[in-house]
């Protein structure tokens, strides 16, 4: 954990060319994951160029809370006038394959569009994507001390033999755009975990939005929770920053294919055990740094039957207890 020595400047939505003065201005997808991949390659820009990031608008906006971890992100704000096919369509216009072409084409303080998304979901390695850069999967976030303070309640209780494994699943919409698992088959999945790992406990984490998440959370299940001293989950209730100091401490981490999971893995250096639906398997390996992927540490998996998937899993969960 580094601390960031100055704050980000947090734009809104209402912004103007002043606000972008100096600035190597990214117009990028507002996930927190495709974020995540693209920095792997941003922070090795020559010097100490300062970056305005503007991520599409729309729910659930919380990549301002990640970008707030990244000391050279100077300014974020959320773009109202563009969408991820304009983004696409403005790659392939200006034929943005390279960094060099980014740089020769649009000054700083100018705007340009950017996504790694096409390039890993055609199968390709982000370390092939903006090649004349150097790909550094794993890096620091720079956290504050409230968000260390706001992670530490979680833990008063926990003992030293405890296994911490984070759990996320998403929305109900989620799950049905997705056709991923709902309550009673999440329920059967930690049960089955529980079993195999009897001082196993839950981290359910997520956003305010995440109500499959919380529909999971019973205190009379006999599955073990990390609660704070109130009996309530981290769910929904931290900054990100303070997500990341949660994450940071947990022995393993499983959950849908969400930026938690990538932040987890190349931020976090915590084992990852992610679940991806069809239309995504080439990305549910070609994001990660390939060394994760070949010693265990990150293990992608279909959404199979909960019996099946806990099957795939066992090996992982031995490493990780």
Known sequence: ?????????????????????????????????EFQWAWTKYLNAPGDEQFCILGLDGAPRRLHQYCELHPRVASFGYSTSFDYSMIRHWQKEFQLDTWEAVTSQF??????????????????????????????YRYPLSLQPEHVEAANRYFASVEPEDVLIGISCASYRGSDAWKTWKNGDWSRFLHLIQSEVPNARFALLGGSWDDLT??????DSGLRWLTDSRGFPPMGRTHFGAAVSILERLSGYIGFSSGLGHVAAHNCGTPVFMLWPEHEQALSTTWVDPELLDSG??????????????ASAKRWLTRIA
């Open 297 to 310: 540490m990150y293990v992608p998996s279909r959404w199979l039957d909960p019996q099946d998937v806990f």
């Open 107 to 136: 000054e700083p303080g100018q705007l340009c569009a950017l996504a790694c998304n096409p390039h890993l979901e055609s199968g390709k390695p982000l370390a092939t994507w903006l090649p004349d850069l150097p790909t550094t």
């Open 214 to 219: 919380a529909s999971v959370f019973d205190e």
């Open 1 to 33: 954990m580094q601390l960031r020595t100055s704050e980000m400047k947090y734009l809104g939505n209402v912004w103007g060319n002043e606000d972008l003065v100096g600035l190597r201005t990214l117009i990028v997808p507002s996930g927190i994951g």
